[in-house]
């Protein structure tokens, strides 16, 4: 390797580290400072939500909205109970206008459906039994909208645990 091409490499490399380790940082900071709101799963058919290690996760919200009548990206508005649970309010375009005890929550609708956090939550083989009774997928939201699937829930909106 020449010395200039020896340089880019490490100035490239020294970019995608800084890069990686923000992004890192972000989720940690979502993970510990974001709001914790429980969205309603959807029915899924139980013969197809074990699959491997992990569980195809709906979410209710979505379940009857259409992506055809939506943005391809945007926001869905939701407020939260006593508990903790997400209650529909809107989709919309932008992070703002929001009302008092709002909570935005970022999607995207690739095709006809509307996609909301993460569909799939991975665990530990041999755990499987402890979240077939899931109710909630636990995300935890920041103030731009951002979520990650940090637990699921159960009855009496316990996180399940194995």
Avoid at 85 to 91: I, L
Wanted: charged share 20%.
């Amino acid at each position: 390797m020449t010395g200039i091409k020896r340089i880019v490499f490490l100035v490239n490399l020294a970019i995608f580290m800084v890069a990686i380790n923000y992004m890192i940082i972000q989720k940690e900071r979502t993970i510990s400072n974001g709001t914790l709101v429980l969205m309603k799963l959807a029915p899924v058919d139980p013969r197809s939500l074990m699959q491997g290690d992990y569980m195809d996760l709906r979410y209710d919200i979505t379940r009857s909205v259409y992506g055809d009548s939506l943005s391809s990206r945007g926001y869905c508005v939701v407020t939260l109970d006593a508990n903790n649970v997400a209650q529909f309010v809107r989709f919309q375009d932008h992070k703002t206008p929001l009302s008092e005890g709002e909570v935005i929550i970022k999607y995207f609708s690739p095709y006809w459906d509307v996609r909301i956090g993460a569909e799939s939550f991975f665990f530990e083989e041999g755990t499987a039994k402890v979240y077939e009774q899931a109710q909630y997928g636990g995300l935890r939201v920041d103030g731009s909208g951002n979520s990650l699937l940090v637990s699921l829930h159960g009855e009496n909106y316990k996180e399940l645990k194995p």
